[in-house]
């Protein structure tokens, strides 16, 4: 399972961290992602992390690049998502997803479900 928190309202150029709690599976030895659908448009990956056993990469997108920032602690089996420089553009609802591949993944095993992230003044 895959537990996300931490969304919420933010005004243009805040910041928000998420967590995705993991439980159930080995977390030491997946990629953990995040991913974002906002109303009427396609989901699109804006962070992964590989495990450390495969490198330990990062992906982002040219969307987030700069302003996202993926991290993870496999003791406390969490991933953080430091969310900076926040846009309007960024409101989405926010999912976490594992799989056992490496960063970039195209698709994920598990899912859990998401958290909203809305920018606005």
């Known amino acids: 399972q895959l537990q996300a928190s931490g969304g919420g309202l933010v005004q243009p150029g805040g910041s928000l961290r998420l967590s995705c709690v993991a439980s159930g599976f080995s977390f030491d030895n997946y990629a953990i992602g995040w991913l974002r659908q906002a109303p009427g448009k396609e989901r699109e990956a804006v962070s992964c992390i590989s495990s450390s056993g495969s490198g330990g990469n990062t992906y982002y997108p040219d969307s987030v690049k700069g302003r996202f920032t993926i991290s993870r602690d496999n003791a406390k089996k969490t991933v953080y998502l430091q969310m900076n420089s926040l846009k309007p553009e960024d409101t989405a609802v926010y999912y976490c997803?594992?799989?056992?591949?490496?960063?970039?993944?195209?698709?994920?095993?598990?899912w859990g479900r998401g958290t909203q992230v809305t920018v606005s003044s």
């Open positions: 997803a594992a799989d056992p591949g490496v960063c970039p993944v195209r698709e994920y095993d598990y």
